[in-house]
């Protein structure tokens, strides 16, 4: 583990504490310094996370190959049993779980066919994706404030 391993765990403990937009700008920059499977894997749970969802699913793709020989460890909830997975096998699941949400959400559109698509329709967490770009980058300021109001959101 070098330096790497260590200033991975900022943007991850920031995400822990719901700065998930703030966390992915963070570790955007830790991919341009340190481009490793390890590294791309968190970001692509960052993009996912706040529902940008293509570039998530670019990231995954890339980490079928990339990632067959990392390992990781998974962070757990306080009293969870720890996880340890193969970066590539996980890239897999999250994606065949994109692919599910999204074959789920066209069917219940489908099925109610009553307009607008709510964010419970799709199955998205709204308190990650308030107000936040579908794709592409947002500045630091505005991941703050996107924080900041997915925070207000969840403690209605």
Known sequence: MGATA?????P????????VWSATNALKRLVAADN???????????YQRTGRIEQAR????????????????STPARHAPMRVFNVADESASRLLYLDWMASEATRKVMARNTGAVSADVVGIDASATVGGSTYGDVSDEVAKDLDRRARRRASY
């Open 36 to 46: 490793s499977p390890m590294n791309r894997f968190n970001l692509a749970t960052g």
């Open 12 to 19: 991850l403990g920031m995400m822990s504490k719901g700065s």
């Open 58 to 73: 670019s990231l995954y793709r890339e980490l079928l190959v990339d990632g067959r020989s990392t390992t990781a460890t």
């Open 6 to 10: 260590v200033y991975a765990a900022d």
